[in-house]
């Protein structure tokens, strides 16, 4: 789903290792993940899911960027950078994702007397914690370990570079916004599809 | 904190390696992961956190886990068994955790007329869902990969096996409640100490 940030992990991850992939767009908000033929490939309906050469499925963004990326220069083979990686990708699909990537998707494909405005402020207060560990973090060191571009990286990306639509305010953490033009500024960096 | 799953499952993992340890009691419901102490250790305040001998710490109970089973019998070396234990860690995170455990903590810790009660129906029909999936998945084989007892069986048996406590019934799936059983048998399993 080209809207969809856990998609454009797996874009970004693909090409920025040159890997040959084929993009089939599946739209959630049309109900196309809960299709028989998709939750055949994922039972827990959600993009993306990556369709193996062996006729297997990967689901779960950041398991896919795992997948990915194992033995490239985008994750640490180091024992404990590899779990920092994984640390920070725990904490953006825990208390990142389900408040920036949330909100967006409210103010995106909600009508504008959606109940589900109401979840609102409780959503920007607890992203604006999230977005204040991450510049804690960001002013000391140029990316999230080991001081290289990782998918530690990409995965915070995803929804930070356009919290924005989600009513965030993105000049409030300013090692945040240069971090974002660090990432901007990766060899074979692409944009956001959607 | 003893009555919490995620550090529970840290507790498993180092039981079931023989790991040396020392579990310091910290209580979230208290304030405790909000003090500047331990906003030092750990910039998100949750439990549980590793201290590691070098002076350093880790958040995150999944990538702990994954520090802590490297190169054992508990997590898969093969690329795409260790993807698919992730994989499983962040379903566990994003789908069980946020319905299962939550639903389970207003119930013990919340007082009996919290305006919180009110989210229940959601948070029971969205841990329904993710129980189907695990049910769905344990319906075909003993663990969730690789037929073998990984961390990622650990990091769902944690809020699985007292799902009772947030009004779930595990009756309701037996491939499930058989797989806990499993789990329960493994050598060295010690119960959940809250």
Same mark, same amino acid.
């Given at each position: 789903?080209?809207d969809?940030g856990? =998609?454009y992990?797996?874009?970004?991850?693909?090409?920025q290792?040159?890997?040959?992939?084929?993009w089939v767009?599946?739209?959630?908000?049309r109900g196309?993940?809960?299709s028989?033929?998709f939750?055949?490939?994922?039972?827990?309906g959600?993009?993306?899911? %990556?369709?193996?050469?062996?006729?297997t499925?990967?689901?779960?963004?950041?398991?896919i960027?795992?997948? %990915? /990326?194992h033995?490239?220069r985008?994750?640490?083979?180091d024992?404990l950078?590899? /779990?920092?990686v994984?640390?920070?990708m725990?904490?953006?699909?825990?208390?990142?994702?389900? =408040? +920036?990537a949330v909100a967006?998707?409210?103010?995106?494909?909600?009508?504008?007397d959606s109940?589900?405005?109401?979840?609102?402020?409780?959503?920007?207060?607890r992203?604006?914690q /999230?977005?204040s560990v991450?510049?804690?973090? %960001? /002013?000391?060191?140029?990316f999230? +370990?080991?001081g290289?571009?990782?998918?530690a990286?990409?995965?915070?990306y995803?929804?930070?570079? =356009?919290?924005?639509?989600g009513?965030?305010?993105?000049?409030d953490?300013?090692a945040?916004?240069?971090?974002?033009?660090?990432v901007?500024a990766?060899?074979?960096?692409?944009?956001?599809?959607?």
């Amino acid at each position: 789903m080209s809207d969809s940030g856990n =998609c454009y992990k797996v874009k970004l991850t693909l090409e920025q290792l040159a890997l040959p992939y084929h993009w089939v767009e599946v739209d959630s908000a049309r109900g196309e993940t809960r299709s028989l033929k998709f939750l055949a490939m994922n039972a827990n309906g959600k993009v993306p899911t %990556l369709a193996l050469e062996d006729g297997t499925f990967l689901p779960e963004s950041n398991a896919i960027l795992n997948y %990915l /990326a194992h033995g490239s220069r985008l994750l640490p083979s180091d024992r404990l950078d590899h /779990a920092r990686v994984l640390q920070w990708m725990f904490f953006e699909q825990y208390s990142h994702e389900p =408040c +920036v990537a949330v909100a967006r998707s409210i103010l995106r494909y909600q009508p504008s007397d959606s109940p589900r405005r109401a979840e609102l402020p409780r959503l920007l207060e607890r992203g604006n914690q /999230a977005l204040s560990v991450m510049e804690q973090h %960001l /002013a000391r060191t140029p990316f999230f +370990v080991g001081g290289r571009y990782s998918i530690a990286d990409i995965a915070l990306y995803a929804y930070t570079h =356009c919290a924005a639509d989600g009513g965030f305010k993105l000049t409030d953490f300013p090692a945040v916004s240069n971090w974002l033009e660090r990432v901007k500024a990766q060899p074979r960096h692409v944009p956001m599809p959607g």
